[in-house]
């Protein structure tokens, strides 16, 4: 079993900052990219920011120059660092990854559950 554990998610005003975090965990040989995609009410799952194991990254153009996406490939673990917050930001950020569980299998995805991120004043 593979589990992905997000956290940081909140109520934040237009202009602050807001840090996610997401941890896998469970059976895994190797992650190879993570990601952040997030869903707004009324509309499709989005990509947000994604980074390869070699650390390549990609932004929505929306989100360039305002978020970073960083990885811990030790231990596991995807961060969403967001600044200058808008009230289009409102939505729930789900943390992506694509494992392999075992050396032989192949690669998957895997999501979170989601966690709420709310910009408002």
């Known amino acids: 079993q593979v589990q992905l554990a997000e956290s940081g998610g909140g109520l934040v005003q237009p202009g602050g900052s807001l840090r996610l975090s997401c941890a896998a965990s469970?059976?895994?040989?190797?992650?190879?990219?993570m990601g952040w995609y997030r869903q707004a009410p009324g509309k499709q799952r989005e990509l947000v920011a994604a980074?390869?194991?070699?650390?390549?990254?990609n932004y929505a153009d929306s989100v360039k120059g305002r978020f970073t996406i960083s990885r811990d490939t030790a231990k596991m673990t995807v961060d969403l660092q967001m600044n200058s917050l808008k009230p289009e930001d409102t939505a729930d950020y789900y943390c992506n990854a694509r494992i392999a569980r075992y050396s032989y299998s192949a690669s998957a995805e895997y999501w979170g559950r989601g966690t709420q991120v709310t910009v408002s004043a």
């Open positions: 469970g059976r895994i040989f190797r992650i190879y990219a």
């Open positions: 980074i390869t194991s070699g650390g390549t990254t």
